[in-house]
């Protein structure tokens, strides 16, 4: 059970990173040498290790949760 909390808290720090950054490049638009939107704001305030970072965690914690609810011994 203490992996399954670890794996879901893992899960929802990423997943909180990625909103985050997700609502924040709503909320500022950028254009950045001609590319706009998510990859334009990404680019811009140098954010795209944090979404890589995010994403990693999320994966990290749903794998960690599959592994300790499917094949627990």
């Avoid at 909103?19 to 990404?42: A, D, E, H, K, T």
């Amino acid at each position: 059970m203490k992996r399954m909390f670890f794996g879901g808290m893992l899960f929802i720090s990423g997943f909180i990173g990625i909103l985050l950054l997700g609502i924040l490049s709503v909320y500022n638009p950028v254009i950045y040498n001609g590319i706009g939107g998510f990859q334009g704001f990404l680019l811009d305030t140098d954010t795209t290790f944090l979404l890589v970072f995010s994403c990693i965690l999320c994966a990290a914690g749903f794998i960690i949760c599959l592994i300790d609810a499917y094949f627990k011994k």
